[in-house]
Antibody, heavy 118, light 110 residues
Framework: EVQLVQSGGGLVQPGGSLRLSCAASGFTFSNYEVNWVRQAPGKGLEWVSYISRSGETIYHADSVKGRFTISRDNARNSVFLQMESLRTEDTGVYYC???????????WGQGTLVTVSS | QSVLTQPPSMSGTPGQRVTISCSGSTSNIGGNTVHWYQQLPGTAPKPLIYSNYQRPSGIPDRFSGSKSGTSASLAINGLQSEDEADYYCAAWDDSLKGWVFGGGTKVTVL
């Protein structure tokens, strides 16, 4: 079964750090790009970060640039999101998603809740 | 404020046709393909339409997508109660170098 299983997340104080993980199985992980997408409580979807198949090309949304870093380990079939200097507005559910050749995000991970609060 | 513009909500009775619009610009919809996702409460988004009009396997043909210029639309024919969900359009933006989403449309089945 093709799936992405997420881990990490939780409650952190403003200014703190957190690392999210996304483990892939059921497909050749190194053949696919990956994105992180988040959703604030009661709000819509917001793209966060993109990483290419090799990890050489990375893009981040302006809202997280300089604070978040996406990376991947193809040997471990995993992608990571290191989040630093967290703000209350970073609170939400974070999803990883596999991107195929035509740009479709499929599948998505189950989501992990990040709460930034004092 | 989302880069792609969708109506916040739409409603219809069972069997009706509902069409959700998604408006963008030349840097996103105008130059790239559009994808649509369905999100049921408390769950991860699910692919509904990719590459403007293609349906993943398992998606009923009641759902259809189209694109013209800098706008796209998702049509749901024969609305059913299980279609009550939030729907999002998405496209790559060449200027922003990132994916942009619509604000989402909540579809209610009356």
């Amino acid at each position: 079964e093709v799936q992405l299983v997420q881990s990490g997340g939780g409650l952190v104080q403003p200014g703190g750090s957190l690392r999210l993980s996304c483990a892939a199985s059921g497909f050749t992980f190194s053949n696919y790009e990956v994105n992180w997408v988040r959703q604030a409580p009661g709000k819509g979807l917001e793209w966060v970060s993109y990483i290419s198949r090799s990890g050489e090309t990375i893009y981040h949304a302006d809202s997280v640039k300089g604070r978040f870093t996406i990376s991947r380990d193809n040997a471990r079939n995993s992608v990571f999101l290191q989040m630093e200097s967290l703000r209350t507005e970073d609170t939400g559910v974070y999803y990883c998603a596999r991107e195929d050749d035509v740009g479709d995000q499929d599948p998505w991970g189950q989501g992990t809740l990040v709460t930034v609060s004092s | 404020q989302s880069v792609l513009t969708q109506p916040p909500s739409m409603s219809g009775t069972p069997g009706q046709r509902v069409t959700i619009s998604c408006s963008g610009s030349t840097s996103n919809i105008g130059g790239n393909t559009v994808h649509w996702y369905q999100q049921l409460p408390g769950t991860a988004p699910k692919p509904l339409i990719y590459s403007n009009y293609q349906r993943p396997s398992g998606i009923p043909d009641r759902f259809s997508g189209s694109k013209s210029g800098t706008s796209a639309s998702l049509a749901i024919n024969g609305l059913q109660s299980e279609d009550e969900a939030d729907y999002y359009c998405a496209a790559w933006d060449d200027s922003l170098k990132g994916w942009v989403f619509g604000g989402g449309t909540k579809v209610t089945v009356l």
